[in-house]
């Protein structure tokens, strides 16, 4: 099993940044893709960003392309994801999730970390 720990939530301005971490931990080996997933009050969950554990490969939601980034440090088995310019419909509460080896969903998922932008 693999746990997986959000931080780096909190309050911010329109047009400030945040950056959140997702450390993995257990069988943090087993991890092929870690990504990013947001949920809004009374709204679906959606996904944000991902990106390989291998090769740094990285997908982004239309939504945040060219204002979040997805990097990772396999040393530390964690994976960033920084926010610049959020805007208030940015605020959400923010999950990093994994696939392990020879999966093929997200199957393994953090408690979540709150994002709130004030106007």
């Known amino acids: 099993q693999v746990q997986l720990v959000e931080s780096g939530g909190g309050l911010v301005q329109a047009g400030g940044s945040l950056r959140l971490s997702c450390t993995a931990s257990g069988r943090a080996d087993t991890i092929v893709r870690l990504g990013w997933f947001r949920q809004a009050p009374g709204k679906e969950r959606e996904f944000i960003a991902t990106?390989?554990?291998?090769?740094?490969?990285?997908y982004y939601t239309d939504s945040v392309k060219g204002r979040f980034t997805v990097s990772r440090d396999n040393a530390k088995n964690t994976v960033y994801l920084q926010m610049n310019s959020l805007e208030p419909e940015d605020t959400a509460i923010y999950y990093c999730a994994a696939i392990r080896a020879g999966r093929e969903s997200y199957d393994n998922w953090g408690q979540g970390t709150q994002v709130t932008v004030s106007s």
């Open positions: 990106i390989s554990r291998s090769d740094s490969r990285t």
